[in-house]
């Protein structure tokens, strides 16, 4: 059975020849895998999918991760970005402007709204610009027979609050003013929908959505289920419509919103190490997949031992049925390429 | 009533109720003790969870509102009384949310703060240190792999001979109490309702 399939059949809830592993290797670490800066990893599509299939290659595990927000670099935002000693600044089309440092990965450096009123101006990427959808395609191409391709897009609500307006500032808006809000997080679902049915167009194998920002450690379940849960679902149900399977990755507690995330119309569910898997399974492993949750703090930091042991308890508490071995989160820069080959090793051994 | 406002971020009415304390002859200062015992109740909520970070910004913001308002009365610019912070997130790491809390509790309880945003490299404490003398300097870290930069800040203060004039306060996720230590920081406090009473300590023990 190949990685493609493999990964499939977990994903519809079922058990292939062996668990799936399928470590969420980001900008840090696969610019490092790469030999290359950050930075120049992320700003020359063919660098990018060279590195995502040289780790592929390098540690044999099942999927590749499409991980840039804003998909492929065009030609225009080259020519815009400004480069420092130790960095470089990216305008984006929406309006926000990324930072690439020269370790870790891209983080918001200026959100994009400081009034509601800019929301009227602002319009529809236009996907179809050249570069834009490059890696996706040269994924495929390269390696979409047999590896599983599963590209990113944000969800609405972290969109909005990371990217668009700025957290601390989006967290007063919520209640201070919802409609706005609401205005914002529609516009942020369509740019999510467009976005992921181009993805599919081409052909990509899966859609990740992450919603980092609706963490338990940020906002309550009440709140969760009145900004994000809503537009989650929208964006999932959309794309479910056009053909697509959606991985939903929130890093942080979602322990009290499993079973909202279970309704989104996601296929399956990536979760962080606050979630127990065993009691995941239990709640929500009859309406999806499981996706993760080897600590990326012991994959940073542990011995050969504890990683062994995180895999083997995940899988213990997971089971073999609709689950998919995955780091908590995307991996730390510096972690070892070592502890990724003792993961993946691991995931082989006890996934049988 | 000032104090229920604080807790329930009455933010579109506390100028009025702290106008209306003023008005019927309460002291400034006993204005400002109902706010900080508001915003005591606020950290009590946010550690039992029943308030998030969205409840609690609006209760700092509600108490920043009411502030405004009262500084001018109060005997004492608040700088005297309680002492200067500047705070920020350590290079390579954008987790702001935290600190911006910290930020604002801190200001709440009189201190005068300086928050210097997410991201700051530590040439930029280090320049800030130099320009506005901080009798206090907070760092967050919120990732393993950033917290070592707050050993490095502390050491360039050293090398940079500005050291001994302010005391290092961290928190965040990451650091623990123990890594405090290791790196030479004066305080370290797992949440914005702890670090206010750190800084009070540490600023008595300074005297
Ligand atoms: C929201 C969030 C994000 C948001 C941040 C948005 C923002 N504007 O801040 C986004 C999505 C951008 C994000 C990005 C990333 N994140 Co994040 N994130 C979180 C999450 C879920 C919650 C953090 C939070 O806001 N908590 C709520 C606040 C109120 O609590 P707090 O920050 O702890 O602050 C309190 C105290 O710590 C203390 N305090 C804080 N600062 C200070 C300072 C001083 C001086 C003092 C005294 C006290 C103090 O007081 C505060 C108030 O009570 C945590 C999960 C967690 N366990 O914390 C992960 C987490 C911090 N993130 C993590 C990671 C790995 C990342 C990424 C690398 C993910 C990736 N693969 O891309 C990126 C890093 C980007 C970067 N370069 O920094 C990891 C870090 C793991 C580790 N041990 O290193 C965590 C722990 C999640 C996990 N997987 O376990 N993240």
Redo the contacts with the bound molecule.
């Keep these: 059975m190949n990685s493609k399939k493999r990964f499939s059949i977990a994903m519809d809830m079922d058990t292939p020849d062996g668990i799936p592993v399928a470590p ?1 290797v ?1 900008v840090p670490h696969a610019s490092r895998v790469l030999g290359v800066k950050p930075w120049e990893y992320v700003t020359d599509n063919k660098l990018y999918v060279k590195g995502q299939i040289m780790a592929q290659q390098k540690y044999g595990y099942d999927w590749i991760f499409n991980h840039q927000p804003i998909q492929g670099i065009t030609a225009d935002e080259k020519k815009a970005m400004t480069r420092d000693k130790d960095y470089v600044i990216i305008p984006t089309e929406l309006g926000p402007k990324i930072k690439i440092p020269l370790l ?2 891209p ?1 918001v450096k200026e959100p994009a709204l400081k009034d509601y009123s800019q929301l009227d101006e602002l319009a529809m990427p236009d996907l179809d610009k050249p570069g834009r959808m490059e890696p996706l395609e040269e994924l495929l191409k390269q390696t979409g027979e047999s590896v599983y391709i599963c590209s990113k897009i944000q969800a609405p609500f ?1 969109y909005a609050a ?1 990217w668009m307006r700025g ?1 601390s500032d989006f967290m007063l808006d919520m209640l201070m003013r919802p409609a706005d809000v609401h205005r914002l997080l529609d516009f942020m679902a369509d740019v999510a929908i467009e976005t992921g049915k181009k993805q599919i167009d081409i052909g990509t194998h899966g859609i990740m959505m992450e919603d ?2 609706a ?1 338990s ?2 906002i309550s379940p009440e709140h969760y289920r009145e900004f994000a849960y809503p537009y989650e679902k929208k964006v999932c149900r959309a794309l479910n419509k056009y053909g697509g399977d959606v991985i939903i990755h929130i ?2 507690d979602t322990t009290k919103i499993l079973e909202d995330l279970a309704k989104t119309g996601a296929k399956c569910l990536s979760v ?2 606050h979630v127990n898997l065993a009691d995941a399974m239990e709640r929500v492993g009859n309406k999806v997949s499981l996706f993760g949750n080897v600590s ?2 012991t994959l940073f930091e542990g011995s050969e031992k504890q990683i062994k042991d995180n895999v083997k308890n995940c899988i213990d508490d997971a089971g073999h049925k609709g689950y998919i071995v995955s780091s ?3 991996l ?1 820069s510096g972690t070892p390429f070592e502890n990724i080959h003792r993961m993946v090793k691991a995931a082989r051994e006890f996934g049988i | 009533m000032i104090k229920e406002a604080i807790i329930n971020g009455d933010i579109d009415n506390i100028e009025g109720i702290v106008k209306g304390a003023l008005d019927s002859g309460t002291a400034p200062d006993d204005v400002l003790g109902e706010m900080i015992a508001g915003m005591e109740i606020v950290g009590e909520k ?1 550690e039992k969870k029943e308030y998030y ?1 969205p409840e609690t910004l609006l209760s700092a913001h509600t108490m920043q509102k009411g502030l405004d308002l009262l500084r001018p009365l109060l005997p004492y610019k608040k700088s005297d009384k309680r002492g200067l912070i500047i ?1 920020g997130t350590v290079e ?8 911006n ?2 930020a604002m509790f801190e200001e709440g309880a009189g201190f005068e703060v300086h928050n210097l945003g997410r991201d700051v490299a530590t040439s930029e404490f280090v320049a800030k240190a130099r320009e506005l003398r901080p009798d206090i300097v ?3 870290a ?5 917290m070592e930069k707050m050993g490095e800040v502390i050491e360039e203060f050293k090398k940079e001979g500005l050291r001994e004039n302010v005391l290092f ?6 650091p623990t109490e123990e890594f405090a230590r290791e790196i030479g920081a004066d305080g ?5 309702a702890k ?1 206010v009473r ?1 800084c009070e300590k540490l600023m008595s023990e300074r005297r």
């Design positions: 969420m980001n870790g990965g983080a972290h990371e957290m980092p920002s963490a450690q940020v890093c942080g962080d190490e990326v703090g908590s989160c995307g730390h | 946010f970070v705070i390579g790491d954008v987790h702001d949310i935290g600190k809390l910290v907070g760092l967050s919120m990732m393993s792999t950033s306060i961290i928190g965040g996720a990451a370290y406090a797992e949440d914005a670090a750190l």
